[in-house]
Structures are given as structure tokens and as C-alpha cells.
């Protein structure tokens, strides 16, 4: 079982940036592949981007460039870097995690990007 904890979320202005982490716990993050998910209001939950336990990274074709993850096995951690935000990019953003056929996300964390 593994535990998914967001943080980083908040306001910021357009062309501002953040950094998302997820914390796992409950068992090393080494062996899954570890994605971010974001769900605006009314909207269904779209990939962000996903890297594998060994560092291959996929993108959503819209934010390439501004977005980047990356995953610190070390800590147990992984991380969404997100730079030139702009209003469209505010949704609540959530951590998950894949190991053959067990899922796992986190509780999420809102991001709001003001015009």
C-alpha cells in the first residue's frame, strides 16, 4: 500500500511558477512509474505527465516546455516543476502511482493561476 501526499499548490499569477511534490510512503517509489493527473472544475482528469521507474519522461502535447517532471527515488519523492503558468493550467492537480496492476493517487492540491 502506498500513500500519496501533494504539496506546493496555491495562488500565483500568469507566468508565474510552482513546484509540485508528492511524497510517497508505505513503500519505495523505486519500481513504479509515477505520474501527475489534473482535474479542472467540471472537467474529467487529464494526464500532466508520467516518468517510469527508469526516468522515461511523457508529456501532455500542450504543456511540453513548460512543465517538468522528475522523481528523487532517494526521498521518495516526486516532483512537477511548472513555469509560464497561465489561467487555463488552474485545476487540482494529483499525484499517482503504477506497479503492474496497483494504482494509487494522492488527495490532490489546487492550483490557481489568476489573469
Known amino acids: 500500500q502506498v500513500q500519496l501526499v501533494e504539496s506546493g499548490g496555491g495562488l500565483v499569477q500568469a507566468g508565474g511558477s510552482l513546484r509540485l511534490s508528492c511524497a510517497a510512503s508505505?513503500?519505495?517509489?523505486?519500481?513504479?512509474?509515477m505520474g501527475w493527473y489534473r482535474q479542472a472544475a467540471g472537467k474529467q482528469r487529464d494526464l500532466v505527465a508520467t516518468i517510469t521507474s527508469g526516468g522515461t519522461t511523457v508529456y501532455a502535447d500542450s504543456l511540453k516546455g513548460r512543465f517538468t517532471i522528475s522523481r528523487d527515488n532517494a526521498r521518495n519523492t516526486v516532483y512537477l516543476q511548472m513555469n509560464s503558468l497561465k489561467p487555463e493550467d488552474t485545476a487540482v492537480y494529483y499525484c499517482?502511482?503504477?506497479?503492474?496492476?496497483?494504482?494509487?493517487w494522492g488527495q490532490g492540491t489546487q492550483v490557481t493561476v489568476s489573469s
Open positions: 499517482h502511482a503504477n506497479r503492474r496492476t496497483r494504482d494509487y
Open positions: 508505505g513503500d519505495t517509489i523505486n519500481f513504479y512509474a
